[in-house]
């Protein structure tokens, strides 16, 4: 899910409603936008894909795409000066092309890699864990 350019990031960015809208209709539950649904999120991520690796195959990239959307919302709602951004520059940024969440105090946190981390780690409460130790 890496984006090549600014107008890719703001597509991406535009398109965030629909996307999360058809993680709720897989999910068959509304997950809000409360700390809370990061582990709704989390439990349907563990018992639906076994590794990291199983959720970045053809046809699952479109559920870790959906995930990490929340996952973004989620922090943009909890965290003061919380905003998406992506880095288009610097090849040797580990986040490069990728959509991050950038906090007020410079620091970036990438959705995507939460999630996948959430699926290595497999302990039910790392997303809202990592989003908490923010706060």
Known sequence: MRLRSKQDFQLWLARDVEVRDELRELMGADLGVDLESLDALESFLLARYRDPGAIQKLGAREVLDAAARHVGLVMLLALDGAAWAIDLEDADNVYY???????????????????????????????????????
Do not use: N, Q
């Open 97 to 135: 092309r990728l959509p991050v969440i950038r906090l007020a105090d410079g620091a970036e946190e990438c959705p995507l890699t939460m999630v996948t981390a959430a699926l290595d780690r497999r302990t039910g409460d790392y997303l809202r864990g990592v989003v908490d130790s923010y706060a």
